[in-house]
């Protein structure tokens, strides 16, 4: 099956600096997904972008998509102590629920 | 509006036992999920409905069953607890099908000894 492959699995960087995670994934989707989960918490929906869009933003929030590399990135601007969470791509190829995957995550750490 | 709401939060059991993870959502969504977190992995689906009165096995249905009570309510049952089902156990529910974002309840943590 498909799997989102997130890099790096550990990100530590200063407050207000750039913080880049990238996604990997193996065969076509339909739509790839971003979503986030604080210490204890459940996810939290970032941000979609369809197969046929190459680029998205919300806030400080900036995801890429490259199909033909078969690979996303997430890119927070000006990070923030609360922007320390993991991050989770999730991708589908189909409306299916088996054809669903969150891949393992990135573990960011925004030191103040 | 509270979105998903999974109950219990923490619960411990004995290898054998049973227990139903209830879970309910009060966004009128037609989909809802069940996944699990282990250590270090990403969330894997266990089942799935996608609309009232249907429920599907996802990528680790073995040792649980489902039911989805009404287009609120969707349970999860483990008829004989294993050490190996000891998790983190989320329900999410989206309007239609995966492929829309998915909104989560902050988990149950099962432990199982």
């Known amino acids: 099956s498909q799997q989102g492959e997130e890099d790096p699995q550990a990100l530590s960087i200063q407050e207000g600096e750039n913080a880049t995670m990238n996604c990997s994934y193996k065969?076509?989707?339909?739509?790839l997904q971003w979503y986030r989960q604080n210490s204890g918490r459940g996810l939290v929906h970032l941000i979609l972008?369809?197969?046929?869009?190459r680029e998205k933003h919300s806030g400080r929030l900036r995801v890429t998509l490259d199909t033909s590399k078969k690979s996303s990135s997430l890119l927070i601007t000006a990070s923030r102590a609360a922007d320390t969470a993991s991050y989770f791509c999730a991708t589908g190829s189909d409306n299916y629920g088996q054809n669903f995957v969150f891949g393992p995550g990135t573990r960011l750490s925004v030191l103040p | 509006n509270a979105g998903v709401t999974q109950t219990p939060k923490f619960q411990v059991l004995k290898t054998g036992q049973s227990m139903t993870l209830q879970c309910a959502q009060d966004?009128?969504?037609?989909?809802m999920y069940w996944y699990r977190q282990d250590p270090g992995m990403g969330l894997r689906l266990i089942y799935y409905s996608a609309s009232e009165g249907t429920t599907d096995k996802g990528e680790v249905p073995n040792g649980y069953n489902v039911s989805r009570l009404n287009k609120r309510e969707f349970s999860l049952r483990l008829e004989s607890a294993a050490p190996s089902q000891t998790s983190v156990y989320f329900c999410?529910?989206?309007?239609?099908?995966?492929?829309?974002?998915?909104?989560f309840g902050d988990g149950t943590r099962l432990s199982i000894l």
């Open positions: 999410a529910s989206s309007e239609w099908g995966p492929n829309q974002p998915q909104h």
């Open positions: 972008i369809r197969s046929n869009e």
């Open positions: 065969t076509s989707i339909n739509n």
């Open positions: 966004m009128n969504h037609n989909s």
